[in-house]
C-alpha cells in the first residue's frame, strides 16, 4: 500500500521547482508559456519561409 504522507521524489521536486519557475516568468515579463511557444514556432515558420524563397530564387538563377 502507498503512503499518503511521503516526501516527494525528486522527479516530484524537479518538476514543482520547473513550474514555479515557469509561473515566476511569466509575471515577470508579462506573457504566457503558451505565447512564447507561438511566438518560436510562427518565427520558425518564417524564417523556413525565407530559406525556401531563397532556395527557390538562387535554382531560377
Known amino acids: 500500500m502507498k503512503q499518503s504522507n511521503k516526501e516527494p521524489g ?3 521536486r524537479w518538476m514543482a521547482r520547473a513550474v514555479r519557475y515557469l ?8 506573457r504566457t508559456v ?5 511566438r518560436g514556432v510562427s518565427y520558425g515558420v518564417g524564417s523556413g519561409a525565407v530559406s ?3 532556395l527557390w530564387y538562387e535554382t531560377r538563377r
Open 23 to 30: 509561473r515566476d516568468w511569466s509575471g515577470r515579463h508579462g
Open 52 to 54: 525556401l524563397l531563397v
Open 34 to 38: 503558451h505565447d512564447q511557444v507561438l
Open 10 to 12: 525528486p522527479d516530484d
